[in-house]
């Protein structure tokens, strides 16, 4: 199982950038994909979530209305667009798969995501 974040870096304040996640060694279809940030000093937090076939998305109060989670399946990636972004918003983003038998299922607990990568830097200067 191989999970590979891409697209981090440094953006100002107001800016966008766009998460990637892609994936190999397990049935992507199979699983609701989430987003997760940890900044420094702080506990991992849960950022975005989707479901197995990407129609049901959750968001944390703090990204919802900027932060826009999708995937392809076909393509065995899962992406963040990021938008309207904040100093506050700089973390290590990590994405993670959570095998999740009912297709309705968006996972948000961390618990619930079995496999993880290895995370990419966002930082927002204000």
């Known amino acids: 199982v191989q999970l590979v974040e891409s697209g981090g870096g440094l953006v100002q304040a107001g800016g966008s950038l766009r998460l990637s996640c892609a994936t190999s060694?397990?049935?992507?279809?199979?699983?609701?994909m989430g987003w997760f940030r940890q900044a420094p000093g702080q506990e991992r937090e849960f950022v975005a979530a989707?479901?197995?076939?990407?129609?049901?998305?959750d968001y944390a109060d703090s990204v919802k209305g900027r932060f826009t989670i999708s995937r392809e399946n076909a393509k065995l990636t899962v992406y963040l667009q990021m938008n309207s972004l904040k100093a506050e918003d700089t973390a290590v983003y990590y994405c993670?798969?959570?095998?999740?038998?009912?297709?309705?299922?968006?996972?948000?607990?961390?618990?619930?995501?079995?496999?993880w990568g290895q995370g990419t830097q966002v930082t927002v200067s204000s």
């Open positions: 993670a798969a959570g095998l999740t038998p009912n297709s309705d299922d968006v996972p948000r607990g961390q618990g619930r995501f079995g496999s």
């Open positions: 060694g397990f049935t992507f279809s199979m699983y609701a």
């Open positions: 989707i479901n197995r076939i990407g129609v049901k998305t």
